[in-house]
């Protein structure tokens, strides 16, 4: 464990340095080579043939509505399975750090972001890049714009429209049995991280039947709640986040003793976060999953 | 002469009272303050209960091991702060300031993400105590020469700011999306949502190292005169270095361990005993402990009182008390050592 350890932290080091290199020689180039041409602003009326994402939700809207020979880079979450839902189709693409450098050298004809964008969104703004901010999608309607949005982008708006009609007949497909009683659901995340108002899962939890006890207190996106609040609260059933493979101080809180001690008994909802991260069509099936354990829960 | 030391005995037996009162109102207080409105009675209550009532697990489970970990840290601080500046004869020498908490925090967060204390959970105060170790050699390495103030803080600093960049580093690169959160942990300290699991862990470590500490209190007198004059009052000197060394190690390690670098209270509670028990290290040990422990549990309910939202960090508070004390010191000592 402790050499494994030891070895990825040396490849970590020994790959740093070929990468800084590279990145220092591209910006003298690149600086040179953009002032001698200008940027030209680019034909918007032509489809757009290579296209960069750097954010994890227009990673997954992009895949999922653009031929993948357009796609020249998606951003480093897209990877990691336990944010992207489509980690392994996002693994045949090369990734970006969301660096304005990286970005240029690719010299894309659209850049997809969120407004959570880094500061080289700016900057590749004002060197004259065609870029589409998608909003995150903070309720279930925001997802089907979101979807039309990004195929109006890349120019498929018909493969958008397609997906966005049968996302939303999905979510109104969905019925339950007995709305009288709404148990509440606590999200507690690594670091005791909980969801609230104005969260996408919030929206999802509420849809599947249930209260979120986040939001009931007031909380916002991604807030403290303190441990003792989580426990005199006493929710029905515990949502804990996905457990982190690596060691973190972060995952010690879901395991306190007093949760261990309190809660043997209380149903915990083991939902993928890369179902509801983003807003995409799999929060469908974090839909679905949510009304599967309301019922069961009912029984 | 001998009338004036009763006299003294009397004022530090009056002082330690006063202390452990104030230790057993700051444990109560912490007990008390928290999200959740529980009283002290319904609190002390609960903890003798055996039913898993809510009140009965906060009070056990979360306010408990919080109230026992600022005390134990605390009086850790305290009496360290004191013995390292009693041997080095030095204001300044306290574990937060010359790296011996930064290099502890490195120490324990190396156990943490190399995965060491998943396999052993003993590792992680072992880790503490390694780095404490390393920084507490430098520490004597360095003033054991007879070297100025000035070369024992820049050493500190210089100290300090590496352990603290290489742990920034080694959780920079751990394949961990909470860097940022536990990178403000480990330079800062705190102790919220511990849990007895880390009393268990670190609480035998903290009252060792602390017991050995105590028991340099009267050759520390004698060293206060000097080594030369000390050897011939028949001290030996290298006996009380290695029980501090050993003692601080255990104890700033361990505390580390499991609450991050809390700095400053070493450094303070010294300064503002010493004058009452007549300069004497002998008498300041304990009462730096029993003041160390004051001013933590203290701080500690400070921070839940004042936090809106995310909780403010103890060292932040600390921080905030001792820094201004801090540079009152070094303008007073300026006339003295530079």
Request: charge should be neutral; aromatic fraction near 6%; include cysteine.
């Amino acid at each position: 464990m402790f050499i494994q350890s030891t070895q990825r932290f040396l490849k970590i080091c020994s790959s740093f340095k070929p990468k800084l290199l590279f990145a220092v020689i591209a910006t003298a180039a690149l600086s040179v080579a953009m002032t001698e041409i200008g940027m030209s602003d680019q034909q918007h009326t032509e489809k757009p043939k290579k296209i960069v994402s750097t954010h994890l939700c227009t990673d997954q809207l992009l895949l999922l509505l653009s031929d993948y020979d357009r796609i020249a880079s998606l951003s480093f979450f897209s990877h990691n399975p336990s944010m992207s839902a489509m980690s392994d189709t996002a693994k045949n693409f090369p990734v970006n750090h969301g660096f304005a450098e990286e970005i240029v050298a690719l010299d894309p004809d659209l850049i997809l972001t969120s407004t959570f964008g880094h500061l080289s969104i700016l900057l590749l703004k004002k060197l004259g890049y065609r870029v589409s901010i998608i909003p995150v999608a903070s309720n279930l309607s925001d997802i089907a714009t979101n979807i039309r949005l990004v195929a109006e982008a890349i120019g498929e708006e018909e493969r958008g429209e397609a997906i966005a009609v049968s996302l939303t007949s999905r979510i109104d497909a969905v019925s339950l049995p007995d709305v009288t009683m709404r148990p509440l659901l606590a999200i507690y995340n690594q670091n005791g991280f909980t969801f609230g108002q104005e969260a996408l899962i919030t929206q999802l939890i509420e849809t599947a039947g249930f209260r979120n006890l986040g939001a009931e207190l007031g909380l916002g996106i991604a807030q403290h709640l303190p441990l003792e609040l989580l426990l005199v609260h006493q929710p029905d059933a515990l949502m804990l986040g996905d457990r982190n493979t690596s060691a973190a101080l972060a995952n010690e809180l879901p395991n306190h003793p007093s949760l261990r001690r309190r809660y043997t008994d209380i149903p915990r909802i083991d939902m993928q976060s890369h179902l509801w991260i983003c807003g995409t069509p799999f929060v469908a099936d974090a839909l679905d999953y949510l009304v599967e354990q309301r019922i069961r829960l009912s029984q | 002469m001998n009338r004036l030391f009763q006299l003294a005995d009397a004022r530090f037996t009056v002082l330690l009272l006063c202390l452990s009162l104030a230790v057993v109102i700051g444990f109560l207080a912490s007990l008390s303050v928290g999200p959740v409105g529980i009283g002290t009675l319904a609190v002390l209550s609960s903890l003798f209960s055996d039913s898993s009532d809510v009140a009965v697990i906060i009070a056990q489970e979360i306010r408990l091991p919080r109230a026992l970990l600022g005390a134990a840290i605390g009086a850790t601080l305290g009496i360290s702060g004191a013995a390292m500046q009693g041997y080095v004869r030095n204001p300044l020498a306290e574990p937060g300031l010359i790296g011996v908490s930064a290099s502890a925090a490195l120490g324990a967060v190396l156990t943490i993400y190399f995965g060491l204390s998943t396999l052993y959970i003993w590792t992680l105060p072992l880790g503490g105590m390694v780095g404490a170790a390393i920084g507490v050699a430098i520490m004597v390495v360095i003033a054991g020469r007879g070297s100025s103030t000035l070369t024992l803080i820049l050493a500190g600093v210089a100290v300090s700011t590496l352990a603290g960049a290489l742990t920034s580093l080694a959780l920079n690169l751990a394949p961990n999306p909470f860097a940022a959160v536990e990178i403000i942990f480990w330079l800062l300290g705190s102790l919220a949502n511990r849990s007895m699991e880390h009393v268990w862990l670190a609480g035998p470590f903290m009252l060792i190292g602390i017991a050995l500490v105590l028991t340099v209190g009267k050759p520390l007198d004698a060293l206060s005169l000097g080594e030369d004059t000390a050897s011939t009052l028949g001290v030996n000197v290298r006996g009380v270095r290695m029980r501090i060394i050993v003692g601080v190690t255990m104890a700033v390690g361990a505390a580390t361990a499991v609450a991050g670098a809390i700095g400053f209270v070493g450094l303070v509670v010294p300064h503002l005993l010493r004058p009452l028990v007549g300069h004497r290290p002998s008498l300041l040990l304990p009462t730096s402990a029993l003041g160390g422990a004051v001013l933590l549990l203290f701080s500690d309910v400070a921070v839940r009182l004042l936090s809106f939202g995310p909780e403010l960090k103890l060292g932040v508070f600390t921080a905030l008390v001792g820094s201004p004390f801090f540079l009152w010191l070094v303008l007073k000592l300026r006339h003295q050592y530079l």
